[in-house]
Nanobody
Framework: QVHLVESGGGLVQPGGSLRLSCAAS??????????MGWYRQAPGKERELVAT???????NYAVSLKGRFTISRDNAKNTVYLQMNSLKSEDTAVYFC?????????WGQGTQVTVSS
């Protein structure tokens, strides 16, 4: 069973930056994961894609976020990162780490990002 643990959320002023991290682990097993990514859910809205990245480094972004957000990963650590720059109030949301393992979606617990002055 794969577990995802996010970190790095918090309160930031408009125009600021944050870096989220998500580490994948599986008890007692060596494993590799192909695709990992980030989704977000704002209050009263549906969960939406932010970005995904494959083990080989291919990326996919929400069109509206490309250019401000950058996804990357460290395969050796099974960790994915999300660098968020020029943050806006509308980026306020809970950010969820995601991966796909053996035909199932696996989600992290989420980390709150609040953009406010």
């Amino acid at each position: 069973q794969v577990h995802l643990v996010e970190s790095g959320g918090g309160l930031v002023q408009p125009g600021g930056s944050l870096r989220l991290s998500c580490a994948a682990s599986a008890s007692g097993k060596i494993f590799s994961i192909d695709v990992m990514g980030w989704y977000r859910q704002a209050p009263g809205k549906e969960r939406e894609l932010v970005a995904t990245i494959t083990r080989g480094g291919s990326t996919n972004y929400a069109v509206s976020l490309k250019g401000r957000f950058t996804i990357s990963r460290d395969n050796a650590k099974n960790t994915v990162y999300l660098q968020m720059n020029s943050l806006k109030s509308e980026d306020t949301a809970v950010y969820f780490c995601w991966t796909w393992v053996l035909g199932n979606s696996v989600w992290g617990q989420g980390t709150q990002v609040t953009v406010s002055s």
